[in-house]
């Protein structure tokens, strides 16, 4: 049981370039999410997906795609990179147990737009 | 427009001494709280959470309360250990689907 992965763990793209991070949970969670770490902001939603088949747009959607693969895997896609969007990117599952919840995060995507 | 907050970069405690967390929230609709421990390089990991039909949940050295009227939630860890020191943040949820997190406070537990 692995959890959340991410792939890959680094990355450097130059401005314009594009490139899709990977994600994908083993515990069966019908939600994931894409978050972005940047210094004295915390994590804001960039999307999520709250079943197989839909997505939402969180706080900070713009720049950035998404697609619900499957149950396990959500991919964030950036299609034309930009400096504002170094940063480091988590994907995250959850699950409601009884009354309440549990959400589980990947170890993140250092990314570094030049 | 941030509607969770964290006003505390940054907290310095003593080892064996109580710890508190403080996070405040605008959304009267968010109706259930967590709190998240990060280490560097890691991914956060949950901690601690509760409804906001109660006023208190504790689970071991961890407690949290809520108090909705005044839209606070703070952290109790008690007693305080070096393995602590990590990043914590709060987050509220909306409609069971929603995160929203604060900003993060850096807790130090010094030896």
């Known amino acids: 049981n692995a959890g959340v992965t991410q792939t890959p763990k680094f990355q450097v793209l130059k401005t314009g370039q594009s490139m899709t991070l990977q994600c994908a949970q083993d515990?069966?969670?019908?939600?994931m999410y894409w978050y972005r770490q940047d210094p004295g902001m915390g994590l804001r939603l960039i999307y999520y997906?709250?079943?197989?088949?839909?997505?939402d747009k969180g706080e900070v959607p713009n720049g950035y795609n998404v697609s619900r693969l499957n149950k396990r895997e959500f991919s964030l896609r950036l299609e034309s990179a930009a400096p504002s969007q170094t940063s480091v990117y988590f994907c995250?599952?959850?699950?409601?147990?009884?009354?309440?919840?549990?959400?589980?995060f990947g170890p993140g995507t250092r990314l570094t737009v030049t | 427009d941030q509607q969770v907050k964290q006003n505390s970069p940054s907290l310095s405690v003593q080892e064996g001494r109580i710890s508190i967390l403080n996070c405040d929230y605008t959304?009267?609709?968010?109706?259930?709280f967590l709190w998240y421990k990060k280490y560097p390089a890691e991914g956060p990991t949950f901690l601690i959470s509760?409804?906001?039909?109660?006023d208190k949940n504790e689970d071991g050295r961890f407690t949290v309360f809520l108090n909705k009227s005044a839209k606070h939630l703070s952290l109790h860890i008690v007693p305080s250990q070096p393995g602590d020191s990590a990043v914590y943040f709060c987050?509220?949820?909306?409609?069971?689907?929603?995160?929203?997190f604060g900003t993060g406070t850096s807790l130090t537990v010094i030896p």
């Open positions: 515990m069966n969670h019908n939600s």
């Open positions: 995250a599952s959850s699950v409601q147990q009884g009354a309440g919840y549990e959400q589980y």
């Open positions: 997906s709250a079943s197989e088949g839909t997505t």
């Open positions: 987050a509220a949820l909306k409609y069971g689907n929603q995160f929203y």
């Open positions: 509760i409804s906001s039909i109660k």
């Open positions: 959304n009267s609709m968010f109706d259930y």
